[in-house]
């Protein structure tokens, strides 16, 4: 079997703001909640079988106490925040299994659902659907991939190493030294991304890399400065390091709890409070072709 995991809160974002504006009968805008559904529905229609979404309920975490500078809920508008909850329950409505989390992070319920796919000798392949460079990490090999689905570009171990000059373990120090704005940690001044591949390519982590640049098996430029920067603010990077990496503890779940069977008996009510009551229609009609 193929397992998809599916960021829902990337989804939620990019139809929002690629949508024009809906409003429900109660004045609630609801454009990404039906633009995510259609296009759960179309993965559906293509054949997927086991699938579970990941969403942030709430956009604060656990690292929010690690780092003050780490990203919050402020400034989110309010009619994109309000369309969580909705999608979450519309999505449930679908029988499509749902990964809200509060505590934690939706990429470290990825994560977490990757590993527990991963260890199940029933699946043969897992798909992240996500184009987050942080779910980078948790590719491994041919077998659990990273599909960035608007795109439509496939990542393996190779196509990680490709793309940022790191294999997939080194993700999270990749991103310790180049920083990450998403998440709001800085990273480390004057290390860019291809100065931290250079190094990480030989050294793999922070800790392997020589204090003295002289030591240094790679060519890179401005290596004293660098490593003079790497010196000072080397807790830093490993504090930011932590930031990055995903846990594998998130969930619960497992691969049986994925599966989809079909919908609810009030997801067409959903599908009219949504204007797309034509999609409880398709969705019988997957169906009756399993």
């Known amino acids: 079997m193929e397992v998809h995991l599916l960021d829902g809160t990337y989804e939620l974002f990019r139809h929002h703001f690629a949508l024009p504006s809906s409003i429900d ?19 559906l229609d293509e054949g997927v079988t086991h699938i579970a979404v990941a969403t942030d309920h709430t956009v604060d975490s656990f690292r929010n106490a690690m780092y003050a500078g780490y990203k919050t809920g402020e400034g989110l508008e309010e009619e ?10 519309a999505l449930r409505s679908l029988g ?67 793309k940022f000059g790191v294999s ?54 401005g290596a004293a400065r660098l490593a003079e920067t790497f010196v000072a603010c080397f807790e830093d990077a490993l504090l930011f390091r932590d930031l990055a990496t995903l ?20 997801f067409q009510s959903w599908c009219d409070r949504l204007g797309v009551g034509r999609l409880s229609q398709r969705v019988e009609s997957i169906l009756k072709q399993r």
Not at 80 to 89: H, K, P, S, V
Not at 142 to 157: F, K, L, T, Y
Not at 190 to 201: F, T
């Open 247 to 266: 846990r594998y503890d998130a969930i619960s779940s497992g691969v049986d709890d994925w599966v989809w069977t079909g919908p609810r008996s009030d």
């Open 80 to 89: 994109l925040f309000l369309q969580f909850a909705i999608l979450e329950d």
């Open 25 to 43: 009968a109660e004045g609630i805008e609801i454009a990404a909640v039906r633009g995510v559904l259609n296009s759960v529905v179309t993965m």
């Open 168 to 221: 997939p373990e080194s993700i999270p120090d990749w991103l310790a030294l180049t920083g990450d704005t998403a998440d709001g940690f800085p990273g480390l001044k004057g290390w860019g991304a291809k100065s931290s591949a250079l190094v990480l390519q030989e050294y793999l982590h922070l800790e392997n890399i020589p204090r003295d640049p002289s030591q240094w098996t790679v060519q890179v430029r």
């Open 96 to 162: 499509v299994c749902v990964l809200a989390m509060t505590e934690y992070e939706a990429d470290d319920a990825m994560a977490s659902a990757a590993r527990i796919a991963g260890n199940d000798e029933r699946v043969s392949l897992v798909h992240l659907c996500t184009p987050d460079k942080d779910l980078s990490q948790c590719v491994e090999g041919d077998r659990i991939v990273q599909v960035d689905r608007r795109r439509g570009e496939i990542r393996n171990a190779d196509g990680v190493r490709a």
